[in-house]
C-alpha cells in the first residue's frame, strides 16, 4: 500500500524537523492534490475526477470543527460521501500526525478574526444561531410555515430572508416576510464562546399590518465537552405601537453521534399583559455522512399562557449549502 509508505517517510522527515510537523506532513500527503500552496492546484501527473478544494479559503478551512477535519482525513473522502480522490490516511498514521497535518491546513487561511467551526453548535428551534452561516432552512411550527435563506458575508456578518404561511381557517396563507442581519461582535476559541447581535425587519406584507423591529442578542458556549448552550434575547417595536415588550430562549444539547438531544425554553414578556412560558423538546438528526443537511423534530409544551394552549409540533429541515451541494455528501 501506498499510504503507510508515505506515512513513515513523512515520520522520519516530522523527527528531523519537529517544528514543522503538519507542514512536512501535508507536502507528504496532500500537496500533489491540494498544490503546495494549498489552493487546490493539482500536480500535472495527478488525475483526479473532481478539483481539490481550495484550503486557503477562509470560509472553508474554519467553519468545520477539527474533529471533522480529522474524520476526513483519517477515513477519506468516501466515508464522508464525497470524491474518491480522498485516500484514507489511517493506516500507518499516528492520532499525532493526523492532529499535526490538520492543524497545518486549518492555518492555511492566514486571515484573523474567522469564528471557528468548534463555535458552529447545532442550530436549535427557537433560539437564533449566534454563529454566521450559509443555510437553507424549512421550518413548520403547528400550521405555521417558514422559508429561509441565510448567507455568510465575510468574516462575521450574515443576511438572512425568511418568508412565512401559514395553513390555518382562514383565507389569508401569505404571512409576510422578513429581513434580517446579525454580526458576531465577540468570540473566544479558548473559552468556547460566542455573541453576536442582529435585527430583524418586517413590513406591512400579508398578515402583517405594520412595520415591525426586533434587535436581538444571540449567544452560544460549550462549557463542558460535547454539551452546549445557546441564548437568544429579542426586543419588539412596531410602528404606531411602540416598544411591545421582548422574547428569549435558552437551550442545552448534547451531540450523541448523529443525534443531538436539545431542551429549550422559551417565552415573551409583553409590554402589557400576561407573559408566556413554554418547553419545547427536541432532537436534530444528522441525515447526510456530510452533516450539511440536518432534520429536527420537537414539540412545543405551553407551560404558562393567558389563555389555554395546546401542543404544536415543531420541525425543520436544513440544508448548509456552504459545505456542499444538496445531493453530494451522502
Known sequence: MIAPAVALLATL??????????ATLYRAWCASCHGADGRGQAARQTQLSVRPADLTECQTSTAETEERWLGIVREGGAAFGLSLDMPAFRYGAT????RAVVRYIRSLC????????ELNFPRAFLAEKAYPENEVVTSLHGSEQEYIYERRLGRRAQLEASARTVLDSLDRP?????GALKYNVWYSAVRRALVTLGVEGTPPLGRQEAWEIEPF????????????????VVGAWEDGEGVRGFSYSVGVGREVGRFTPMLEVGGTVPRAGEATVSLVPQVRVQLSRLGHVAGLLGVELPARAPEPRHPRLTAFLLWDYGDAGLFRGW
Request: avoid cysteine; proline fraction near 14%; glycine fraction near 16%.
Open 110 to 117: 492566514g486571515e484573523r478574526g474567522w469564528p471557528p467551526g
Open 217 to 232: 442578542i444571540a449567544a452560544g458556549a460549550n462549557p463542558l465537552p460535547g454539551l452546549f448552550v445557546q441564548a437568544e
Open 95 to 98: 492520532p499525532e500526525q493526523l
Open 13 to 22: 522527515a516530522v523527527q528531523a524537523a519537529p517544528d514543522s510537523a503538519g
Open 174 to 178: 401569505f404571512d409576510g416576510v422578513t
